[in-house]
């Protein structure tokens, strides 16, 4: 029979399916590999007081479930989510974002979950469930980061434009302070529009060298 350690070393990577920014490692092949390494090995999902697979309060609907090995149980649980990895409730419910291209915020939709939902729920429970018995626990290590919408890419090319077009060095200081401030913190912008103010100001420089 396979240890912890045994389990933990097991190379999952080919069986990973990602989504979203999270990692879901195949409910039939984990069942499976566990199986394999523990004939006796049983799961339970656990249910509520009306015989269904989840919990549901204000701040949405978790599953759970139970594995046990040879007398030794570990319970886990998971919410029920939507694409964007936002909590599902039993009725639709809005909640607001920043739009990165308008900076204005703007009022995003999560859906009323179904049974579907809550079917992938559990069976993405199991498998973690599973995890804690070693198999494929590395995918989980950042899984408790901050999940949000990524950012989208800034638009720099006005910034660019600007910063060429000042006519002093006065201006170029304020117009490259307002651009980094206006693309926050994008790094790719950032890098640009430096080399933008770096080249303005040599040209500015030269210019005033030849004036004089």
Aim: glycine share 6%; net charge negative; aromatic share 10%.
């Amino acid at each position: 029979m396979k240890t912890f350690l045994d389990m933990r070393k097991i190379n999952v990577n080919d069986r990973v399916e990602k989504k979203d920014g999270l990692s879901y490692l195949t409910w039939s092949w984990a069942w499976d590999e566990f199986k394999q390494a523990y004939p006796t090995a049983t799961y339970e999902v656990v249910k509520n007081a009306d015989g269904l697979p989840y919990f549901e309060s204000q701040a949405g609907a978790m599953c759970y479930t139970r594995v046990t090995v040879d007398g030794l149980t570990h319970e886990m649980w998971l919410p029920v989510m939507d694409g964007k990895n936002k909590a599902m409730k039993s009725a639709p419910y809005t909640y607001t974002v920043r739009d990165f291209k308008t900076k204005q915020q703007v009022e995003k939709t999560v859906e009323a979950f179904t049974m579907f939902d809550v079917n992938k729920t559990v069976m993405r429970c199991l498998v973690k469930n599973l995890a804690m018995f070693g198999l494929g626990l590395y995918i989980y290590a950042g899984e408790d980061l901050p999940s949000e919408d990524p950012p989208e890419p800034v638009d720099v090319a006005p910034h660019l434009a600007a910063i060429a077009a000042t006519a002093d060095v006065e201006a170029l200081r304020t117009t490259y302070i307002a651009s980094v401030r206006a693309c926050g913190g994008d790094t790719a912008a950032l890098k640009q529009l430096e080399a933008a103010k770096d080249k303005r100001k040599t040209e500015l420089t030269t210019a005033e060298g030849g004036a004089q």
